[in-house]
């Protein structure tokens, strides 16, 4: 098992820049595909981005392709999440999660709130 704690959301301007950290303690987080989710107020929870074990393997959803970067370091346990060009639409609460395989979500983080502003 794996817990997973997020951290790096905040207040920020459209066209800033934001980095969330996950980092997973437990079981070694190189075992788990890594990804990061977003629910936004009203809507359902939608993958982000996903990374392979070894990390080399990623995957965005479409409206954040070009604009968001997951990368991770095995070695220190984490996961981040670089995101520029901030939209007000990217507002949302953001969640790491870890699994077994890279189609698979086991264990979540509490989320960590990510507010853009027009």
């Known amino acids: 098992q794996v817990q997973l704690v997020e951290s790096g959301g905040g207040l920020v301007q459209a066209g800033g820049s934001l980095r969330l950290s996950c980092a997973a303690s437990?079981?070694?987080?190189?075992?788990?595909?890594m990804g990061w989710f977003r629910q936004a107020p009203g809507k359902e929870r939608e993958v982000v981005a996903k990374?392979?074990?070894?990390?080399?393997?990623?995957y965005y959803t479409d409206s954040v392709k070009g604009r968001f970067t997951i990368a991770r370091d095995n070695a220190k346990n984490t996961v981040n999440l670089q995101m520029n060009s901030l939209k007000p639409e990217d507002t949302a609460v953001y969640y790491c999660?870890?699994?077994?395989?890279?189609?698979?979500?086991?264990?979540w983080g509490q989320g960590t709130q990510v507010t853009v502003s027009s």
């Open positions: 999660a870890a699994g077994g395989t890279f189609a698979s979500d086991d264990y």
């Open positions: 437990g079981r070694t987080s190189s075992t788990y595909a």
């Open positions: 990374i392979s074990r070894s990390g080399t393997i990623t």
